[in-house]
């Protein structure tokens, strides 16, 4: 008997291609019959052999075929800067999604086969461009690399016309919607992204490749590319969901670790290239890129899951449960991780290990912070004080690795993710800002405001999505004034003579151009300057722009991107006879 999830999708076109199409298709003449061999694999060995076997080829072969020809991949790019682009997309962009399968990309790039495409090749140049450094003296006049995203728009156009979607159009699609969504377009990589995963199911990879395989013949590395495209997929899905503040899209869950047959790129070295600010004492290290693609799959079902629960009206009895459980779960991933990809001491390291890795570090104890953010604002002060002080924790970790990772890399080279996870540290240190008991803590707290804030200005450079995050800091910060204000209004009888001495909003963002990462343990609070007058008005020179009437700035610098919508959302739904009041009261509401 066929199984209903995989088989009554499958079928049989009348050109004898396979189709995929549901029972209530008029395309559908009727479901495949499992046949004996579908389901049953052969033995893996051959395959992990054949895998293997690639690496070799692909070093002596495929690359050096490259490097004869004059333009790379029939683009207008010259081979060698061409090369240089992805050398830098295969170092510092490709192991946080592993959108492409680096073998068969490279085969067919050589070969001129159906793995490689003009247009997959301009998403990737455009996407890497974004972090090249300006005086770069081979990329003069590439910009940001708006020239390459206008020659895959163009280019999207004749792959749109195909009679079906190709996996380098999938992947183009990828990376271009995230890149846009980089840049404060968000709009357009949102639908990008959603054109990816409509493409995904007209081929079939929203089903079980291991059960396809046979029944397509596809060879071990088609096989080992399509199940990455799906993992790849559902990662930047989730990446895309927590910073759109919107519930995931894909929710068939990722191949498991043991599913993914390719792991002999962890044992590659990985070093770092092509940047001018690096020490060239770098001390190359295993690259660790599969085991550390595995272990963001497996945290992005947390992911899902809490994203599902915060985007649903949440039932009030069951919502601390749903929560405390997602945490526990949070805690056994971490358990389970690797102890080479885990980053526990930072300050004691005398070098950050890869983006990749750092970046996960950052996204779990990013999503612990989301996980109690609802309970900040409980009128039970035990509870909220527990979660706050957990909450601190991991924001203070956050700082610490992130210090690790800019003494060691220039911030142009930080990603999305990395950015989001600053912010939401940031925004517990603005709660921390206006509720810690003791002077020590709330200067503790704006000095890593003030990192965090400087760190998210520059990355706006050339990661223009991320002027949303400084937005939302600035209206947060702008609350606690306009709060602070009404409460000495109601105290003004009452209160001394001498001005109360407190940290100022003003004075962490215009501290903030000289804030450089510190040890959280013993923070240095010379850049935080305390003055008489405790309550500023805000300047028009300040970091963030002018402000309206109600604390808005005019520009929307985001283009509409939300980092901070969902983590807050969840709790907008629960009823107000429950003892957590929403973030509305406290002005933590979306923007």
Known sequence: MATPSLWFQVGVGDDGTIIYNGPTSRFHAGSLDEGPGILQGDETSPQVDALMSQYTIMDSVWMPLISTKQYLGGTSVPTEAGLALLDIYWTWLHPLHNCVYRPALIMDLALGGPNCSKFLLMCIFGLVARHLPEEHPGFSGVGKGEIYISEAKQLLLDEMAAAKPSIPTIQGLLILGGRQCAMGKSS???????????????????????????????????????????????????????????????????????????????????????????????????????????????????????????????????????????????????????????????????????????????????????????????????????????????????????????????????????????????????????????????????????????????????????????????????????????????????????????????????SAGNAQPVSPEAPDLTSVREVADPYPMFASTNLFGDFDDVGSAWTDTGAGFHPEVISWSGTDNLHRSSNMSTFGDQAWGSF
């Open 188 to 510: 357009e990589g949102w639908l990008y992204t959603g054109m990816a995963l409509r493409m995904m199911t007209d081929i079939g990879l929203h089903l079980d490749t291991t059960k396809l395989a046979q029944l397509e013949r596809w060879t071990p590395s088609e096989t080992e590319m399509r199940k990455r495209l799906y993992n790849s997929a559902y990662i930047w899905d989730k990446t895309l969901s927590l910073a759109l503040g919107r519930p995931p899209s894909l929710i068939r869950r990722p191949y498991e670790a043991h599913e993914i047959l390719d792991k002999f790129d962890d044992d590659r070295p990985w070093a770092p290239i092509l940047t001018f600010q690096i020490p060239e004492v770098y001390l190359p290290c295993p690259s660790m890129n599969t085991s550390t693609f595995c272990a963001f799959c497996r945290i992005h079902e947390i992911t899902a899951d809490m994203m599902l629960l915060f985007s649903n009206l949440p039932i009030p009895e069951r919502f601390s449960t749903q929560i405390n459980d997602l945490d526990k779960r949070l805690q056994s991933w971490y358990n389970d991780l690797p102890q080479i990809l885990k980053i526990t001491e930072p300050e004691n390291l005398n070098q950050s290990p890869p983006p990749h890795v750092v970046s996960i570090n950052l996204l779990y104890h990013a999503l612990r912070i989301l996980l109690r953010r609802p309970y900040l604002s409980s009128s039970d002060s035990h509870q909220r004080d527990q979660h706050m002080n957990d909450c601190i924790t991991y924001s203070v970790q956050i700082n610490a690795i992130h210090g690790l990772y800019a003494r060691t890399f220039p911030d142009r080279l930080m990603t999305y993710q990395v950015s989001y996870c600053i912010f939401i540290a940031a925004s517990i240190e603005v709660q921390e800002l206006q509720t810690a008991p003791t002077s020590e803590r709330r200067n503790a707290a704006a000095k890593r405001l003030t990192v965090a804030v400087k760190v998210l200005q520059d990355e706006a450079a050339h990661t223009p999505g991320v002027g949303r995050s400084l937005d939302t800091i600035r209206r947060l910060l702008r609350a606690d004034q306009h709060k602070a204000l009404r409460k000495d209004s109601t105290n003004e009888h009452t209160i001394s003579s001498t001005p109360t001495r407190r940290t100022q909003p003003a004075q962490i963002l215009s």
